[in-house]
């Protein structure tokens, strides 16, 4: 029983724990709005939980989970939500700001919430799981019985999502939009497997630079302030009458770096998983904060009014997520993983 408990308890924080993070600690629902956390466990917990097991169940890393999570962002705003496509999703204009008519959606819009997808709804949670996970951090969690009702849920919450968008906003996207949409979604789930295993990436990284990799504090900043500045990009370039194109560029910039970065310090000696956690503390605040900020503004990024409990409920809810990081930090000692 205490060998099930171990392998069930990350499975279940990382479902809990990813809709917590995608919704709640970017400020689209409060904590007064916890009723709605059982349906996106089912699509966003259960998506992510699928994407990790079918990553390390393959000897994968984390290549393949961002890949996957590629794939997961794409099947959630192409084919469930639309947000890619419809001018008017949820009343808030979302396209017209770097709207491109032969494409039929906006480069600012599509490239900022399909990101936010894989960093945050997938990867972010992720790493918090694993990391409380311990010496299980890398290993599967779940057998068939578990993956096959992981699936089953995500197919009902996937269904319900698209359901209740539908009867939201009547919008379709057209054909070709579902059929580039489609094309997509199978490159990345067939990039994510092409991806080399782990032992495959012991071999490429032998030699490593002499540099050691930088203390985890370093990376926590460096993150926090990426994500910060990929977050606040649009509302400071509209503020200013700059195009989309500004932003999209700045957008890019932010996650090339951050790709370089992090591939480049995970190759230095004394690179280990403290060092991930302090990449999913960066992530963590970063949302904490826009999230808070759109609260202590009086509403939610949907619109809704708020007043201290959510506030409040904010800080606990993010204190709570940094709590597990601090956690996963146990015995961080010699463990090291490398980025594919």
């Given at each position: 029983?205490?060998?099930?408990a171990r392998r069930i308890a990350p499975a279940l924080l990382l479902a809990i724990l990813s809709p917590?993070?995608?919704?709640?600690?970017?400020?689209?629902?409060?904590?007064?709005?916890?009723?709605?956390?059982v349906p996106l466990v089912m699509l966003y917990?259960?998506?992510?939980?699928?994407?990790?097991?079918?990553?390390?169940?393959s000897g994968r890393g984390w290549l393949a989970i961002l890949l996957l999570g590629a794939a997961y962002s794409l099947i959630e705003e192409a084919f469930l939500t639309q947000s890619l496509f419809n001018p008017n999703y949820v009343g808030q204009r979302l396209l017209d700001y770097g709207y491109v008519p032969a494409l039929g959606t906006s480069l600012n819009w599509s490239l900022f919430v399909l990101s936010i997808h894989v960093v945050w709804s997938i990867a972010t949670p992720i790493l918090i799981a694993e990391g409380v996970a311990g010496d299980r951090r890398t290993q599967p969690w779940l057998k068939v019985p578990g993956l096959t009702i992981t699936g089953v849920l995500f197919v009902l919450g996937a269904a319900g999502t698209a359901a209740f968008s539908r009867k939201a906003s009547p919008f379709v996207a057209t054909r070709a939009q579902f059929l580039v949409a489609g094309?997509?979604?199978?490159?990345?789930i067939a990039a994510a497997f092409m991806a080399g295993s782990r032992e495959d990436r012991g071999e490429r990284h032998a030699a490593r630079?002499?540099?050691?990799?930088?203390?985890?504090l370093a990376v926590f900043v460096v993150t926090l302030v990426l994500a910060v500045v990929f977050m606040g990009t649009e509302s400071f370039a509209r503020a200013h009458g700059m195009p989309a194109s500004v932003v999209v560029l700045v957008r890019v910039s932010c996650q090339a770096a951050a790709a370089f970065l992090i591939v480049s310090w995970s190759r230095r000696p004394g690179w280990r998983h403290?060092?991930?956690?302090a990449l999913a503390a960066g992530t963590t605040v970063t949302y904490a904060l826009f999230g808070l900020m759109a609260f202590l503004q009086g509403h939610t990024?949907?619109?809704?009014?708020?007043g201290p409990v959510d506030i409040a409920g904010q800080v606990v809810l993010a204190s709570a997520v940094l709590a597990l990081i601090w956690l996963g930090r146990g015995d961080d000692g010699a463990r090291r993983h490398n980025v594919p």
């Amino acid at each position: 029983m205490r060998a099930f408990a171990r392998r069930i308890a990350p499975a279940l924080l990382l479902a809990i724990l990813s809709p917590i993070v995608a919704e709640f600690l970017l400020g689209d629902f409060t904590i007064r709005n916890l009723d709605v956390l059982v349906p996106l466990v089912m699509l966003y917990g259960c998506g992510a939980l699928l994407i990790r097991e079918i990553a390390r169940r393959s000897g994968r890393g984390w290549l393949a989970i961002l890949l996957l999570g590629a794939a997961y962002s794409l099947i959630e705003e192409a084919f469930l939500t639309q947000s890619l496509f419809n001018p008017n999703y949820v009343g808030q204009r979302l396209l017209d700001y770097g709207y491109v008519p032969a494409l039929g959606t906006s480069l600012n819009w599509s490239l900022f919430v399909l990101s936010i997808h894989v960093v945050w709804s997938i990867a972010t949670p992720i790493l918090i799981a694993e990391g409380v996970a311990g010496d299980r951090r890398t290993q599967p969690w779940l057998k068939v019985p578990g993956l096959t009702i992981t699936g089953v849920l995500f197919v009902l919450g996937a269904a319900g999502t698209a359901a209740f968008s539908r009867k939201a906003s009547p919008f379709v996207a057209t054909r070709a939009q579902f059929l580039v949409a489609g094309v997509l979604v199978l490159l990345a789930i067939a990039a994510a497997f092409m991806a080399g295993s782990r032992e495959d990436r012991g071999e490429r990284h032998a030699a490593r630079p002499a540099a050691p990799a930088p203390r985890p504090l370093a990376v926590f900043v460096v993150t926090l302030v990426l994500a910060v500045v990929f977050m606040g990009t649009e509302s400071f370039a509209r503020a200013h009458g700059m195009p989309a194109s500004v932003v999209v560029l700045v957008r890019v910039s932010c996650q090339a770096a951050a790709a370089f970065l992090i591939v480049s310090w995970s190759r230095r000696p004394g690179w280990r998983h403290g060092h991930y956690l302090a990449l999913a503390a960066g992530t963590t605040v970063t949302y904490a904060l826009f999230g808070l900020m759109a609260f202590l503004q009086g509403h939610t990024n949907l619109g809704e009014a708020t007043g201290p409990v959510d506030i409040a409920g904010q800080v606990v809810l993010a204190s709570a997520v940094l709590a597990l990081i601090w956690l996963g930090r146990g015995d961080d000692g010699a463990r090291r993983h490398n980025v594919p």
